[in-house]
């Protein structure tokens, strides 16, 4: 695999320019991940009921349900980020291009990240309203916890997501796959997140470090082994 | 290879089929009974052991799907889906024996605990990877993304060690860093009996499985060849 110079930065540029745009026209992954993750927030908040999350404390109940459905928005909108190549049978042009594997990974992780980042903010939003949040939660270290969390959803989401397309099983081996996976970035991203959503925040970081650590440890796997993934 | 590994399949199975009644026998009577917990107690000289071997199972599946993708050789991927194989089924007796110790012991089946959730993601990522396998529809791109999980797979085992750590649970801490363990004398005993007789089991059955799959792939070798000349 090479990494040289500013060409790969350019191509990786140009790769997640052309997923994003594909996005920005049709708005497809992000509305079907919405909805999706939207009916996952409204499900919870109907079984629980506003008694009972009120009577459990929202610090506790929330940061699950919150990343739950980012979770499975994350599932949605990757394997349709791998879908479209398969659809447009435009992989086989990927692959011809001089961008190295490593390029490929990073363009459709940027785009991939920037997508769920994007799907966050409304969620974050529809968070607050559904389970009746104060507004003083959302802080720049919220923003941080998600920017991590999401990170390493997409780093380890985009090698599991070129497993799915090269055997085609979609959604239901993407989930089984990711979600298992991601169990400890999910788990230190609900942490992380439910220290911010305490009426008393401690400002411990511990979990911030550990979802560093993981994504650092899901970067180098998944950039090692991309190239195998869609090796032809 | 191929020889020496049915060599050493046949002398550790020799050696597994001597071991195991001995095993139980240093399980079920040797060691002493516990003080609080009582007979239930005598699971954990069947319980550690499989976790070890599940681990064990899980490093040698990390060195094949690492050697696979650097020599392309079909014999890694068979080692590798024999090492998988192996430690999904010490993982689930691990996920049996450990509820029915937990329940007399804390009084609940399955709890929150980082260790027992990271075995069973460990256990479906396994089956996963099986299956990911199967759906591939050539040997070699299946190989390939299967020794791509078997190294995260094998990550997230060492992830499974630090987490009890992290998260800090209930589950008892047998071996104690730097300190003295609490086992009576006897139960260390019995304990590693039942490591080295479990092991020589794992690697026995391993070594078996290796040598199915490998019959496995050279009559569909040679079958594919025959379609060929016939048609």
């Known amino acids: ?17 052309k997923d994003l745009q594909l996005e920005l026209r049709t708005w497809d992954t992000i509305s079907s991940s919405l909805i999706f993750s939207l009916v996952v927030l409204l499900v919870y908040q109907f079984t629980l009921g506003v008694e009972t999350i009120r009577e459990i404390g929202a610090h506790r109940v929330v940061p699950g349900v919150l990343w739950l459905a980012i979770g499975f928005a994350s ?103 990711l979600l298992p996976t991601a169990t400890p970035l999910l788990l230190a991203s609900i942490h992380a997140t439910a220290e911010q959503f305490k009426p008393t925040a401690s400002g411990d970081s511990n979990w911030l470090v550990l979802l560093f650590g993981f994504d650092l440890l899901y970067f180098f796997i998944a950039l090692a082994t991309f190239e195998f993934a869609l090796e032809e | 290879m191929q020889r020496s590994t049915a060599r050493l399949g046949a002398v550790t199975l020799f050696l597994a089929t001597i071991g195991m009644p001995i095993a139980s ?24 052991p499989a976790a070890i071997v599940s681990y064990l199972c899980c490093a040698v599946l990390l060195a094949a799907s690492i050697l696979y993708l650097a020599k392309r050789d079909l014999r890694w991927d068979d080692l590798s889906r024999a090492a998988t194989e192996t430690a999904l ?84 801490q047998v071996f104690k860093a730097g300190g003295k363990g609490s086992l009576a004398p006897e139960m260390s005993q019995a304990l590693l009996v039942g490591m080295v007789c479990f092991t020589l089991l794992g690697i026995s059955l391993m070594f078996l499985r290796y040598r199915g799959i490998r019959v496995e792939s050279r009559s569909e070798a040679i079958r594919a060849r025959l379609d060929r000349g016939e048609s």
């Open chain 1, 1 to 17: 695999m090479s990494l040289k110079g500013p060409s790969i930065i350019r191509a990786t540029w140009a790769l997640f320019k």
């Open chain 1, 75 to 177: 599932v949605v909108g990757i394997t349709r980020s791998m879908e479209v190549e398969r659809q447009g049978e435009t992989l086989t042009g990927l692959f011809r291009s001089p961008a190295s594997r490593a390029t490929l990974f990073l363009g459709k992780f940027l785009a991939n990240g920037v997508k769920l980042l994007i799907l966050e903010l409304c969620l974050v939003a529809l968070t607050v309203l559904f389970f009746n949040l104060p507004l003083s939660a959302i802080t720049p270290r919220l923003a941080l916890i998600l920017l991590l969390g999401t990170v390493g959803l997409c780093e380890l989401g985009t090698l599991f997501g070129a497993i799915v397309l090269r055997v085609g099983r979609g959604e239901a081996l993407l989930a089984t796959l």
């Open chain 2, 25 to 48: 026998w240093f399980a079920l009577q040797y060691a002493p009974t516990e003080k609080v917990m009582g007979d239930v107690q005598r699971i954990f000289y069947f319980h550690v």
């Open chain 2, 89 to 172: 089924l010490f993982c689930t007796l691990v996920l049996v024996t450990g509820p029915i110790w937990a329940k007399p012991a804390w009084g609940t089946w399955w709890t929150w605990e980082a260790r027992l959730v990271s075995t069973l993601v460990l256990q479906i990522l396994l089956i996963a990877s099986l299956l990911v396998r199967r759906y591939a529809d050539q040997r070699d791109l299946g190989a390939r993304l299967a020794s791509i999980l078997g190294i995260t797979i094998a990550v997230d085992v060492y992830i499974i060690h630090k987490a009890v750590e992290w998260w800090r649970g209930q589950h008892p």
